[in-house]
Structure formats: structure tokens, C-alpha cells
């Protein structure tokens, strides 16, 4: 079965991998961006009809049928730019639902991966012989996006993707090599180098402290832990996670936490994370970094 042939056999039924608020918000999406396409599609083959009807037969070999289709000025009703626009609105379609399926599970899909696997590849340089571009009558549809998205999960389901990816991305930032980079005594783990780095940044125009990376994912991670969300970071917590975030302090405190007592950095490049009580302490190197890699 061709990749078209797999858009036209969708069936359109319930589907229990979503709710139905995502089914709601992926079918309006979908008849905007079908209507669109469709649209596009039918001024194209009107207005190309029309003009190679009258002047189609003249011996130009400029394509002079092409001279009332275009302009100095914008907007262009080139066939080839039109094509190239419709060719656009698929990849719309494939960012709105991954943007909301990033917000809604908290994941981190990448809208390109899925273009690769799902859309022909056309280069822009690559006309076909009428200066058009020879590309197939596409019609995405979102069951397919999600087919797609669900295959590379290993059989977890859309609420289970976040959780998995927080504890993997930790793992990954706790060893290399199935060397451990932490150490755990009593109530403090501790990443005892290579964690962080202190110095005068240009961007800023001050001295501040930066976080390796996978160290983000710690963090992410300590706030998972303490509230058993995602997307909800307890005070001052949410002042070192951001990628765009300026850390100034070495030493911060978390009164308001029940598991995360502080975070004190070192110019050596350590990172000690001290919880409430050892028992914390142990939970969160069980459940996020691991014991064994």
C-alpha cells in the first residue's frame, strides 16, 4: 500500500487514544486545513485551464500562456507558487497538531521528523517540464498523524509518553558510559562535577551560572517529584529551569516544598540537591535517576 493509498483508506471513527476534546480541536483543524488545500487547488486548475485554453497554442516558448498569471508585485498567481503554498498548508496541519500535543501531554514531538515520514519530498529546485511543481494530490488526515506518533511509543499511550521521556531524559543526565554522575549520602544527592559552570557571560552582561546539559532535565524532573505534575514548578524552582533563565545565586532554598529543601552550586562545577529526609532523597535517585543503568 503506497503512502497514498494509506490517506485515502482512513476510516473516520471513534477513536479511544484521544478524548474527545482532542478529537473536537483535530477535526476542526482538519476541515480548516482540507478546505484550504481543496480551495488552493481548484483556483490553480481553473486559472491554468483557462489561460492554456486561449493562448496554449501559441508557439512561446516562454510559456506564454503564463504572461497574465503573474506579477512584479505581490500576490503572485504563479502555478508553481501555488503549488509550493499548498504544499505549505501540510506542514500547518502537521505543526497545529503537534503543538497541541505538546501542550496537552507535555510532550516534546518534533513537527519535522513527522514531515519526513509522511509528506513526498520535493525540492523547490526541481520543476517539472512546465515550470510547475509535479507533486502528488496530498490529503492529510489526522489519524495518521497520530498513527505515526504512537508507533515510535513502544505501545505507551499519549499519558504515558511525558512520564516516560522525564525519567529517560533524567537517566541520560545521571549517566554516561553506565558510569554513575551522582552521588547519593543521606538526604543530599549530589552531581559532583560538570554539573554547572559560573562566569562573566556576554549575553547578559554579568556573571552567572549555567547548567549543563541534561541537568535541565533534573530539575524538570525535582519538579515533577515535588508536585506530581508536569508544568507546575514550585517557587524559585522555576527561576533555573527555563532555557532562557539568568541564575545569579549558588545557593537556593525551598521553603514551600514538602520533598526539595535546597540546591547549592560550586564554581568546581557541583550541584548538591538536599531533600527533607533521606527517604526523599532515596525515592527520587530510585524513581528518576536510577540505580542501575
Keep these: 500500500m503506497t503512502l497514498m493509498d494509506k490517506f485515502n483508506a482512513v476510516e473516520v471513527m471513534a477513536d479511544s487514544r484521544i478524548t474527545e476534546a482532542d478529537r473536537q480541536f483535530f477535526q476542526k483543524h482538519q476541515d480548516a486545513y482540507q478546505s484550504a488545500v481543496e480551495a488552493f487547488r481548484q483556483v490553480q486548475t481553473l486559472m491554468t485551464a483557462q489561460q492554456k485554453e486561449v493562448l496554449g497554442g501559441l508557439e512561446d516558448p516562454r510559456n506564454g500562456w503564463k504572461q497574465y498569471l503573474t506579477s512584479w508585485k505581490f500576490p503572485e498567481l504563479e502555478e508553481g507558487k501555488i503549488a509550493r503554498h499548498i504544499n505549505s498548508l501540510h506542514g500547518k496541519f502537521i505543526a497545529a497538531v503537534v503543538n497541541y500535543l505538546n501542550a496537552a501531554y507535555h510532550l516534546s514531538l518534533d513537527t519535522y521528523s513527522i514531515e519526513r515520514d509522511l509528506l513526498p519530498q520535493q525540492s523547490d529546485d526541481d520543476p517539472a517540464e512546465d515550470g510547475t511543481l509535479d507533486t502528488p ?55 559532583p562535577g560538570g554539573a554547572c559552570s559560573f562566569g562573566y557571560s556576554c549575553f547578559n552582561g554579568y556573571e552567572s ?67 527533607t529526609n533521606e527517604g526523599y532523597a532515596r525515592q527520587f535517585v530510585a524513581d528518576y535517576l536510577g540505580t542501575v543503568c
Excluded at 137 to 165: C, K, N
Excluded at 224 to 246: K, V
Design 137 to 191: 494530490p496530498v490529503i492529510l488526515r489526522y489519524e495518521v498523524i497520530i498513527d505515526l506518533i504512537l508507533s515510535w511509543f513502544g505501545g505507551r499511550t499519549l499519558s504515558e509518553q511525558a512520564p516516560y521521556e522525564m525519567v529517560e531524559n533524567c537517566h541520560r543526565a545521571a549517566w554516561s558510559n553506565h558510569e554513575q554522575k551522582f552521588q547519593q549520602k543521606k538526604n543530599v544527592v549530589t552531581f
Design 209 to 275: 551560572w549555567t547548567f549543563r546539559d541534561g541537568i535541565k532535565d533534573v530539575l524538570k524532573g525535582l519538579a515533577h517529584f515535588e508536585t506530581g505534575c508536569f508544568g507546575e514548578y514550585p517557587d524559585d524552582l522555576d527561576c533555573l529551569i527555563p532555557d532562557d533563565a539568568i541564575v545569579r545565586y549558588d545557593l537556593w532554598e525551598f521553603e514551600s516544598c514538602k520533598k526539595l529543601e535546597r540546591i547549592k552550586l560550586f564554581k568546581n562545577g557541583r550541584m548538591d540537591i538536599r531533600f
